[in-house]
């Protein structure tokens, strides 16, 4: 069935670096995506969301990207801290849909 | 604002008891939804309230597993009788209004000996 899915299961990143995370998706309909980010021990912390009617959205040293045309989401992490280290989850939903439909996670360790 | 709430945080009890996981949603939030999360199979939904009533419980593993919503700011997820194989940490989420955005709480991790 359609699914979210990473391309990198772990990513190893040097402290002040940027960080840039994907995630593919192939169910054309969807129409909302998010990144968590998730540290051990805790639960799943929105980062940063976008719908597809953008391809571009900035917050906090953070950046997300979507080109439906290869049905890509990206997470762009600026000046990577220690404190970035965690499992980063993409998640798209479909339009007429309440499911978050979730990607196995990037995990995502900064080097000092 | 406090996010939502999960007791216990940890629990540890013996194949065949009854667990019960709480959860108070974030004040206002209309939607509701238990996950579990583990290694093997990641975030799975296990079922979904919206306005205090069970739209899809089509996650739920199996009998063993009920969850109510008896009103807006508290949920339970009651396994009976618990097994080791539902060791995992479970979580809360929930949602407001038309928004898509749900907010997670800090989890429940459960382990059945």
């Known amino acids: 069935g359609e699914s979210v899915g990473l391309h990198l299961p772990t990513l190893s990143v040097q402290e002040g670096d940027n960080s840039i995370i994907n995630c593919a998706y192939s169910n054309s309909a969807s129409d909302y995506f998010i990144w968590y980010k998730q540290e051990s021990g805790k639960g799943p912390q929105f980062i940063i969301d976008?719908?597809?009617?953008?391809d571009k959205r900035q917050g906090q040293r953070v950046t997300v990207l979507l080109n439906k045309t290869v049905k890509h989401l990206s997470l762009q992490i600026a000046a990577t801290q220690p404190g970035d280290s965690a499992v980063y989850f993409c998640a798209e939903k479909g339009s007429n849909d309440y499911k978050l439909s979730f990607g196995a996670g990037t995990t995502v360790t900064v080097r000092a | 604002d406090a996010g939502v709430i999960q007791s216990p945080r940890h629990e540890v009890t013996e194949m065949g008891q009854e667990v019960t996981l709480r959860c108070k949603p974030i004040?206002?939030?209309?939607?509701l939804f238990w996950y579990r999360q583990t290694m093997m199979r990641g975030l799975e939904l296990l079922i979904y309230?919206?306005?205090?009533?069970?739209?899809?419980d089509s996650g739920m593993p199996e009998d063993r597993f009920s969850a109510k919503m008896p009103n807006a700011s508290f949920s339970t997820l009651k396994i009976q009788p618990s097994e080791p194989r539902d060791s995992a940490v479970y979580f809360c989420a929930s949602r407001g209004g038309s928004a898509d955005t749900q907010y997670f709480g800090p989890g429940t991790r459960l382990t059945v000996l």
């Open positions: 004040s206002g939030h209309n939607s």
């Open positions: 976008i719908r597809s009617n953008m």
């Open positions: 309230f919206n306005n205090n009533v069970p739209i899809d």
